[in-house]
Nanobody, 118 residues
Framework: QVQVVESGGGLVQAGGSLRLSCAASGMISSIYAMGWYRQAPGKQRELVAEITSSGSTNYAGSVKGRFTISRDNVKNTVFLQMQMDSLKPEDTAVYYC??????????WGQGTQVTVSS
């Protein structure tokens, strides 16, 4: 079992910045990738950025150059962060942390709202 807790998000004006954080605890040795997804009203959930246990990253084209994903291991917890700069109104969505584990599959965070006003 892996527990996933998100924090961050909020309301910001276009051009501003926000930082999302996710803490994964439990069977962290089974984690091979983590990432952020988002879902806007009326749209499907989409990948924003992901990072593997070896540090390889992948970004959606719409956020490349504006968002930065990173991860740190501290004792029995893996912390995932995403720095979001130059935010646009189209970045408005509920953001979810995803944790991919060998065997059990994917765990999701509860979601955090990001709203960018124009």
């Amino acid at each position: 079992q892996v527990q996933v807790v998100e924090s961050g998000g909020g309301l910001v004006q276009a051009g501003g910045s926000l930082r999302l954080s996710c803490a994964a605890s439990g069977m962290i040795s089974s984690i091979y990738a983590m990432g952020w997804y988002r879902q806007a009203p009326g749209k499907q959930r989409e990948l924003v950025a992901e990072i593997t246990s070896s540090g390889s990253t992948n970004y959606a084209g719409s956020v490349k150059g504006r968002f930065t994903i990173s991860r740190d291991n501290v004792k029995n917890t893996v912390f995932l962060q995403m720095q979001m700069d130059s935010l646009k109104p189209e970045d408005t969505a509920v953001y979810y942390c995803a944790v991919d584990c060998s065997g059990p599959g994917r765990y999701w965070g509860q979601g955090t709202q990001v709203t960018v006003s124009s």
